[in-house]
């Protein structure tokens, strides 16, 4: 059985920091959420987890753009996730799960059950 769709509360957007990312702790672990009030969709979630550092960090990577794709770079090894999809540019197969997130009268909601892919890594023989 999966889960139903259902938005959660994670914070107020008062809470985001323009062009940065923070954390926020969800029943599936932590989750970064980056706030590029100057973009269309102005709100990202991925998962706050870097597979290839092995640690909790990305909220803490910077924030820009790859040839017009928002991407954060992870701040321990550099690689560049996508704000759109979780993908690791520079790393086939690896991945970062990506959540449904909306800014509703004030709060930031998040869609848990609506992940876009898991994290993930080929493994190197």
């Known amino acids: 059985m999966s889960k139903q769709t259902q938005w959660i509360t994670v914070?107020?957007?008062q809470d985001l920091v323009a062009d940065t990312g923070i954390a926020v702790w969800t029943e599936d672990g932590p989750v970064a959420l980056f706030y590029l009030p100057d973009t269309e969709q102005q709100i990202f979630a991925l998962s706050h987890y870097d597979p290839l550092g092995g640690a909790n960090v990305l909220a803490r990577g910077i924030v820009g753009d790859i040839a017009g794709e928002p991407v954060v770079a992870s701040p321990l090894y550099k690689q560049h996730f996508s704000l759109l999809d979780g993908r690791?540019?520079?790393e086939d197969g690896v991945t970062v799960a990506s959540y449904?997130?909306?800014l509703k009268d004030g709060l930031v909601e998040l869609n848990l059950s609506q992940s876009q892919s898991q994290s993930q890594?080929?493994?190197v023989a």
């Open 100 to 102: 449904p997130v909306r």
């Open 11 to 13: 914070c107020n957007q």
């Open 121 to 123: 890594q080929t493994a």
């Open 88 to 90: 690791c540019l520079e």
